[in-house]
């Protein structure tokens, strides 16, 4: 009668033999539950269930950890065990008191499934709002206040952005993301992971030594590697002020720098850049961008050469342009550059198509079609300059000195000026640059802010007219007042002018007649492989 009581009842029941480790006693419940083999039973020994059970839950070392020590003692326990299925059992051991012989330890194991799925967001995976704010009840996530936690608040810099530009699909890819990438800092059941709002999330580390540093440090790698822009704070608690103090002060150390970085990005940047330059990536990105990080190594890139021809219908130089084909399928410049650029993918790109343009010029120099060709350079490397010292002008000499070209055939279009932070450092490069004999364009004038400062602050050679200026010139009254006005004021401070985009000879005889020195676009020339540059060299040459 017992045992059909006991096969009753709705938790799992274990028997063990302190002195033989031998299973005594077992209901069905505790059999479906762990879902255990029949030979296994069978056998009666402990280490073989054990064996078992190990390989159905997410912790088995922690799950091991209490046990043996508990066969040696008269204490009861209770903690939770995590399934890899995604249950919770609540497991309780009780000692039965007895002789040497007959000394058991009773395992009773309830699942919680249920009760704990109110505290998991459905989304994410994370304990949720409501298991944040039962931290400490009888209810809750029972955290042990005697010992330190490390704190960290992590808050996304640019959801609402995700959300308008991508669709609410693309946020929820996001936080799912965002989401993955935090538990990756989890170590043990004891630490945890909360999702406490619509974007904002908390980590809580258990530690008895300050290890809020290093998991700062490796926060940040974790979230650049994940392709996730956001603001974080990381505080250590302390048995004085406990886990909400200190969160409280992670919170303030998050706030801080979101609106550092905020000011930082509202200062810098012009709308129209937002989407190009946000930081968090949606998952379509990522795989751009773990593509085109193997896309040197795959042979993907390759260089087009497009001339810029003077009045006189010769070539003036050449500009390098930047192509990536995936699979068979042509990626924009202005889809892939901008990530680059985002990412630090800009430097390996510069490093591979400055090295592939000098061996270019080589080779036309042998055959005595020796001329002058432009680099995109972003505003982006300014910055990595500024911040870590690395020496462009040293590049370009080695590089030159190794395939025999002089650095005077070189001509570098600086993009994006708008997101120069620090002029003083970009005059301090392009000087250095200058001296070399290496001239200073800017590329795509008229579309940042800064535009007229930078040129009054580094050594610019030549300004090419954005190709939304040139476009329906001279027909357009607003756009032709545009490019007239740009090239006398260019004029006046000796600078020389391209225009971009040309179309057709009405728009090279009307600028031409305003003075512009240069033109480029499809009407003279598409950009064309090195081989057609050759050929397209040696005809005007002759």
Not at 131 to 160: M, P, R, T
Not at 280 to 301: C, F, H, P, Y
Not at 366 to 383: C, D, K, M, R
Not at 435 to 443: A, L, N, S, V
Request: charged content about 25%; some cysteine; hydrophobic content about 35%.
């Amino acid at each position: 009668m017992l045992e059909l009581v006991m096969d009753e009842l709705l938790d799992g029941i274990l028997v063990i033999n302190c002195s033989s480790r031998k299973v005594s006693y077992f209901n069905n419940k505790f059999a479906s539950m762990w879902g255990i083999p029949h030979h296994i039973l069978a056998s009666n020994d402990n280490q073989t269930l054990l064996n078992h059970v190990k390989t159905k839950i997410s912790y088995p070392e922690e799950f091991l950890k209490p046990i043996q020590s508990l066969y040696k003692n008269d204490e009861n326990w209770q903690d939770e065990i995590r399934f890899k299925d995604g249950r919770t059992l609540l497991r309780k051991s009780i000692s039965i008191p007895g002789t040497n012989t007959l000394k058991s330890r009773v395992w009773i194991f309830k699942d919680i499934t249920n009760e704990k799925s109110v505290f998991i967001d459905s989304l994410t995976g994370c304990l949720n709002r409501k298991a944040w704010d039962s931290l400490g009840n009888e209810h809750g996530e029972k955290i042990n206040h005697s010992i330190q936690y490390c704190v960290a608040v992590i808050d996304l810099n640019d959801f609402k952005s995700i959300n308008d530009d991508f669709g609410h699909e693309a946020g929820d890819r996001v936080l799912k993301r965002l989401g993955a990438t935090l538990k990756r800092l989890i170590r043990n059941k004891q630490d945890k992971v909360f999702r406490t709002g619509g974007d904002e999330f908390c980590i809580l580390l258990e530690s008895t030594t300050d290890i809020s540093s290093s998991i700062a440090t490796r926060l940040s790698n974790e979230l650049i590697a994940a392709g996730i822009n956001a603001a974080t704070g990381v505080y250590m608690s302390n048995q004085e002020g406990g886990i909400i103090d200190a969160f409280r002060k992670a919170d303030e150390r998050m706030l801080s720098r979101k609106k550092t970085q905020k000011h930082l990005h509202n200062s810098l940047i012009h709308p129209s850049h937002l989407v190009s330059t946000r930081k968090t990536k949606t998952d379509e990105e990522i795989e751009m961008l773990a593509n085109l990080s193997v896309a040197i190594k795959k042979g993907e890139l390759k260089l087009a050469f497009q001339p810029i021809f003077n009045r006189s219908n010769q070539i003036a130089w050449i500009e390098v342009l930047c192509r990536w084909k995936h699979e068979g399928q042509d990626i924009p410049p202005n889809v892939f550059i901008p990530l680059s650029e985002s990412t630090g993918h800009i430097h390996r790109i510069w490093d591979w198509a400055l090295e592939e343009s000098i061996k270019t010029v080589h080779r036309w120099k042998q055959n005595s079609q020796y001329t002058s060709i432009s680099i995109n350079f972003s505003a982006v490397q300014v910055e990595y300059y500024k911040n870590t010292g690395f020496s462009y002008p040293d590049q370009i000499k080695r590089i030159c000195y190794q395939y025999n070209v002089s650095p005077k055939c070189i001509k570098i279009e600086l993009t994006e000026t708008s997101l120069l932070t620090d002029l003083d450092k970009a005059k301090e490069l392009f000087n250095e640059l200058s001296e070399m004999g290496i001239d200073i364009c800017i590329d795509d004038y008229g579309t940042g802010f800064s535009s007229l400062s930078i040129m009054q602050a580094l050594p610019i050679k030549c300004i090419k007219i954005d190709g939304s200026f040139v476009n329906g010139v001279p027909h357009n009254l607003s756009n032709t007042a545009i490019s007239k006005g740009t090239i006398s004021m260019a004029h006046e401070l000796g600078i020389e002018v391209c225009a971009e985009c040309i179309e057709n000879a009405d728009q090279i005889q009307f600028l031409e007649s305003y003075g512009c020195d240069y033109f480029q676009g499809y009407f003279k020339s598409k950009p064309l492989s090195a081989e057609e540059m050759a050929k397209c060299i040696e005809t005007h040459l002759n």
